[in-house]
Nanobody, 130 residues
């Protein structure tokens, strides 16, 4: 069992920045794919940014150049740095992980919109005002 705990959500004006954190606990696998997905009210869940155990990252076109995903393995924590935030970034953001030998690569996980991920956090709300 892996538990994921997100933090860092909040309310900020357009153009501002936020950093989301996802800390994992429990048994960890050497091979994994972990990242962020979001769902705005009334919309389908979308992939935002994903990193795999090979260090490869994948981003949605809408956030490229503004968001950066990175991790601190010593702290078992993954981060999503969000800059130049826009009102359309408003959503519930979820951390999720696919673990084990059969885990997806980052690009595959992004395109799957989170389908196939093994564990999910409870989400953190990001609200961007104009």
């Amino acid at each position: 069992q892996v538990q994921l705990v997100e933090s860092g959500g909040g309310s900020v004006q357009a153009g501002g920045s936020l950093r989301l954190s996802c800390t994992a606990s429990g048994y960890m696998y050497s091979r994994y794919c972990m990242g962020w997905f979001r769902q705005a009210s009334g919309n389908e869940r979308e992939g935002v940014a994903v990193i795999d155990s090979a260090g490869r990252t994948s981003y949605a076109d809408s956030v490229k150049g503004r968001f950066t995903i990175f991790q601190d393995n010593a702290k078992n924590t993954q981060y999503l740095q969000m800059n130049s935030l826009k009102p359309e970034d408003t959503a519930m953001y979820y951390c999720a992980v696919d673990i084990g030998a059969g885990s997806m690569g980052s690009l595959q996980a992004l395109g799957a919109r989170g389908r196939g991920m093994d564990y999910w956090g409870k989400g953190t709300l990001v609200t961007i005002s104009s």
